[in-house]
């Protein structure tokens, strides 16, 4: 640990040597040794957050700190990236002696990496204000979503009360989930209802495995264990990969859905390849999952899709 302190400590010193070093040999910045070499993606975006955020260059940090105050002020969206980040570049591009014209390909890679950036630290806002908000039987918003996923999930019975033991069908502790959501907030029930919206046959069959004689669990429960993963996934920044990575979207709260239901559909099949003898296994299995899961995202390469597999267990 003192080693790899003294490590750091040097390093710190001895960057701005090695970065002139690279641009006299080069005659490239950083920036655009990374745009240029760096795979488009995880392995571009988070090098280029990296060197921003190790800068030491004034205008470079007044230029993280104006990128941080639009996504605090909720501004970081598509219809205002023209405004925000056009100036943000030209910036950049001056301190760094970048000629514009004739490195226009790095102006393109750069907007793209700057967009993913912030776009995830919007994302993480979004996140934490849906984890904070409780759910509220007295808000008809909120009881219209928990009945929409009842009416999902089993289409062809419907709740005979809205308090219920039925609940327990779909996972549930209790005869009114709004308990279960205390920890996760309305953000568990936004995930669970977008798994089953989007993903209609796929949610379908994962809650049939949790109906399974021998390997049953508890749908709605693991579901919000699931959304607990992604969350901190999220706040650690391990989700970069999978955000950066999707080419056609950036980081938002549909994505973070869809990483979301990546996840609980996998550990459904890690669930059942294990064969637990009982529900007590939960813990172990999950434990297993998401190291697996930090394994795969530490590898910025790492591209994630659901894979339909239809079994009969």
């Known amino acids: 640990m003192i080693f790899l302190n003294l490590w750091s400590l040097f390093a710190w010193y001895l960057r701005p040597f090695i970065k002139w070093f690279f641009r006299k040999t080069t005659r490239l910045c950083e920036l655009q040794r990374i745009c ?19 800068s030491r260059t004034q205008s470079v940090k007044e230029v993280i700190s ?7 002020e909720h ?35 750069f907007r793209r990496c700057l967009e993913q950036i912030w776009s995830y630290r919007s994302l993480m806002n979004d996140v934490e204000n849906l984890r904070r908000t409780q759910f509220d039987s ?37 005869d009114d989930p709004k308990t279960d959501f205390r920890g996760m907030g309305m953000l568990g029930l936004e995930n669970l209802l977008f798994f089953a919206t989007e993903y209609p ?33 999220l706040k650690d920044g391990s989700a970069k990969t999978y955000m950066f990575n999707t080419k056609q979207y950036l980081p938002t709260i ?49 591209v994630f899709r659901i894979n339909i597999e239809i079994d009969t267990i």
């Open 201 to 233: 046959e796929v949610s379908s069959h994962v809650l049939s495995h949790s109906c399974h004689p021998l390997y049953g669990y508890t749908f709605a429960i693991v579901g919000i264990n699931i959304t607990s993963m992604a969350y901190y996934l």
């Open 138 to 174: 007295n808000n008809p918003l909120h009881e219209e979503k928990l009945l929409k996923l009842w009416s999902l999930l089993v289409p062809d019975t419907p709740l005979e009360n809205r308090i219920t033991k039925q609940w327990q069908y779909i996972g549930f502790q209790g």
């Open 75 to 109: 501004r970081f969206i598509p219809e205002n990236f023209r405004d925000i980040l056009e100036p943000s570049i030209s910036i950049i591009v001056r301190v760094k002696k970048i000629n514009a014209k004739l490195h226009t390909p790095f102006i393109t890679s």
């Open 254 to 302: 549909n994505l973070f859905h869809r990483f979301y239901c990546y996840l609980f559909f996998e550990f459904d099949k890690m669930w059942i390849e294990s064969k637990p003898e009982n529900i007590m296994e939960f813990s172990i299995i999950f434990k297993k999952f998401e190291n697996a899961v930090r394994n795969e995202l530490a590898d910025p390469a790492s």
């Open 66 to 72: 104006f990128l941080d105050a639009t996504v605090s």
């Open 36 to 54: 240029y070499g760096d795979k488009a993606g995880a392995a571009r975006t988070c090098n280029v957050e990296k060197s921003l955020m190790l």
